[in-house]
């Protein structure tokens, strides 16, 4: 199984910030050490054209070229700074490298991405480019263009925040579907219609998550019961954790592996290849947070190799 990665892009926060960066570079250690069997790359930048692909021209060169202003800057919650532009642009990289790779084994994930409240025109809450809404849109194109045909894809968003940039983005293109499970009382505090939207109250453990998340699946293959996503793009956060100072939930490290393997045996079963990103992660101890996202590589790894066994019996 292939995972890409950008953590040695670190950005030069300011002491005290709120976002955990040092955060992917122990993701990174800890797949090296424990899972040997996930051949980890660094992520390949992604272009200016290629991010123009969901996000408004004016917006990239803006961010390439340094002349976001004080407001934009504060709405992404970073400072610019060169290496803002490079982390970026090699996050949307990565997704667009699992992406091919999911499409051609199975399984594949980004080590970090999933940054889902960037829209066409704007970054907000820590995101710069919608790392998934260009890689779908790439991969759309590419497929066109070797296979002559649509690729349908489906985003399984189960960040605790809602991907209100992705359901922005893809507000009027039926070829993507998104689907978000997130606090309803949480940022972004005013929420951007999805194609499928489950709101959850403060305070939900394992047992209502888990009802909650077999309900949206349900529906998500119900709606596609004609023609099926060709791609998922899985953006399994660890801040539902009980343990993050964002999430507001209080799901278990357990409910939480649970969740994992409900969603990659879903798509398993069903033959469908997936892209995972890690998304959100704020645990009060960071290597809560890490230990959540390294359960997530090792059940993916798992679903990888179950597929590959599958693939080899037929």
Request: hydrophobic share 45%; net charge negative; glycine share 8%.
């Amino acid at each position: 199984m292939q995972a890409f990665h950008s953590d040695h892009f670190v950005l030069p926060l300011p002491e005290g910030h709120r976002f955990p960066m040092g955060k992917y570079r122990l993701l990174h250690d800890a797949v090296l050490t424990a899972l040997p069997a996930v051949r980890l790359f660094e992520a390949p930048a992604a272009s200016e054209g290629e991010l123009a692909l969901a996000h408004d021209p004016v917006y990239v060169s803006a961010v390439t070229e340094g002349l976001l202003s004080a407001a934009q800057q504060r709405e992404i919650g970073f400072p610019w700074s060169p290496r803002m532009v490079e982390r970026s642009r090699r996050s949307v990289g990565a997704t667009i490298a699992a992406a091919r790779a999911a499409l051609h084994d199975g399984v594949a994930a980004n080590l970090a991405g999933g940054t889902h409240h960037a829209h066409p025109d704007r970054g907000s809450g820590y995101c710069v480019f919608n790392d998934v809404a260009v890689a779908a849109r790439l991969m759309q194109a590419e497929w066109h263009r070797t296979q002559r045909r649509l690729l349908r894809v489906a985003v399984i968003d189960l960040d605790v925040h809602q991907g209100n940039g992705t359901a922005a983005i893809f507000r009027d293109d039926p070829t993507v579907f998104t689907l978000s499970l997130h606090g309803a009382k949480n940022f972004p505090f005013r929420k951007e219609a999805g194609d499928l939207d489950v709101e959850l109250p403060d305070g939900c453990a394992d047992a209502e998550y888990l009802a909650a998340l077999d309900g949206a699946l349900a529906e998500l293959w119900r709606r596609h019961d004609a023609a099926m996503p060709g791609l998922v793009f899985y953006l399994a956060g660890a801040d539902p954790h009980e343990g993050d100072r964002l999430g507001r939930l209080k799901i278990t490290a357990q409910g939480l592996a649970e969740r994992d393997r409900r969603v990659l045996a879903a798509v398993r079963e069903r033959g469908i290849p997936v892209a995972l990103a890690m998304a959100g992660g704020y645990g009060r101890v960071i290597e809560d947070t890490v230990a959540v996202q390294l359960q997530t590589m090792r059940l993916a790894l798992e679903s990888w190799r179950q597929g590959t066994n599958e693939t080899i019996r037929a």
